[in-house]
């Protein structure tokens, strides 16, 4: 089972990114994205599992929209209006479960999680 996201980058302050997330290797009951800025905990962003539950996290509520396209096996994240506290290691997951931190190799983190893309913010 594999995971790679694409679409990271620098932008300023009101700008828009995609991430993009492809699957590969199976199917899962739940997916989303993860992010970790430097010092901070590993922070759940968005989730989907079920039908058509969805989750997203208070911070990113109204600015950043998560899809997914099931016969491309591929996750998105849409993520406008973006702030510098948006400045994180973003990652896809699914199945995850995690402590504190969502990096590679951290103790607790299970299931599938892709490498990891940057977004960083300019203000």
């Known amino acids: 089972v594999q995971l790679q996201e694409s679409g990271g980058g620098s932008v300023q302050a009101g700008g828009s990114l995609r991430l993009s997330c492809t699957f590969s290797?199976?199917?899962?009951?739940?997916a989303g994205w993860y992010r970790q800025a430097p010092g901070n905990d590993c922070e759940l962003v968005s989730a989907?599992?079920?039908?058509?539950?969805?989750y997203y996290a208070d911070s990113v509520k109204g600015r950043f929209t998560m899809s997914q396209d099931n016969v491309k096996h591929m996750l998105f994240l849409q993520m406008n209006d973006l702030k510098s506290d948006d400045t994180a290691v973003y990652y896809c997951?699914?199945?995850?479960?995690?402590?504190?931190?969502?990096?590679?190799?951290?103790?607790?983190?299970?299931?599938?999680w892709g490498h990891g893309t940057q977004v960083t913010v300019s203000s």
């Open positions: 290797g199976g199917t899962f009951d739940r």
């Open positions: 997951a699914a199945n995850p479960t995690f402590r504190r931190n969502c990096y590679a190799g951290s103790a607790g983190r299970t299931g599938y």
């Open positions: 989907i599992w079920g039908e058509r539950d969805e």
